[in-house]
């Protein structure tokens, strides 16, 4: 069965660091996601991406977040200066998102602790 | 009123009972609705999506309202695999995808 993969399962990194985090997704799907999960709080949309650039984006994605599909597989998200507060469970999705498939299906996750 | 509101619980059943969880969304152009169960730590598995005229899916079933603007989710017969914490889900457009604050399920033996 198809499944999205992320990469790492854990990241610990330093304040003020960059991290990139990796997802790939389901090979025939067209939209992408990401979200995050702060430890016991609910989860929060960061981004959508669409034919290779963003369609949307939450508030929680500012400056220092940036995503890319560098090779038509991958689908990555980069924290450009890491905060103690963007320690959180980071989640990638993707879907196919025609009339029948609407759903997503996601990976398993990259925990992110910022140090 | 939030976007999409559940009712974090927790619930505690026991096993063998039914239970059900509703979730109330604000956007009454959503467009799609689906349950996910997330295990603690994981990620969120869709369990099922959400169709006005009711989703069954063995001892599960979903149900969307949308004059009220609200979904459910009943669970017949609970098993201690149940527990879990259950998420509703909505896209409300193609981009826009909004997931409430979980409610958490334990089935006691």
């Known amino acids: 069965e198809p499944e999205v993969t992320q990469t790492p399962s854990h990241q610990v990194t330093q304040m003020g660091q960059e991290v990139i985090l990796r997802c790939v997704p389901i090979s025939n799907h067209l939209y992408f996601y990401w979200y995050r999960q702060i430890l016991g709080q609910k989860v929060e949309f960061l981004v959508s991406f669409y034919n290779n650039e963003i369609s949307e984006k939450s508030e929680i994605f500012d400056d220092q977040f940036s995503v890319e599909r560098p090779d038509g597989s991958n689908f990555t998200l980069k924290i450009r200066s890491t905060k103690l507060e963007d320690s959180a469970m980071y989640f990638c999705a993707s879907s196919r998102l025609d009339r029948a498939n609407t759903e997503a299906f996601f990976g398993q996750g990259t925990r992110l602790t910022v140090v | 009123r939030k976007e999409v509101e559940q009712d974090p619980g927790p619930f505690n059943v026991p096993e063998g009972a039914t239970v059900a969880f509703n979730c109330t969304y604000s956007?009454?152009?959503?467009?799609?609705f689906f349950w996910y169960r997330q295990d603690c730590r994981k990620e969120p598995k869709l369990l099922m999506s959400v169709y006005s005229s009711g989703n069954e899916d063995g001892r599960f079933t979903a149900q969307l309202n949308r004059a009220s603007q609200y979904i459910s989710l009943l669970i017949r017969d609970s098993k201690l695999s149940d527990s879990a914490t259950y998420l509703c889900v909505v896209f409300g457009g193609y981009q826009k995808v909004t997931f409430g604050i979980g409610t958490k399920l334990q089935v006691i033996p």
């Open positions: 956007n009454s152009a959503s467009q799609s």
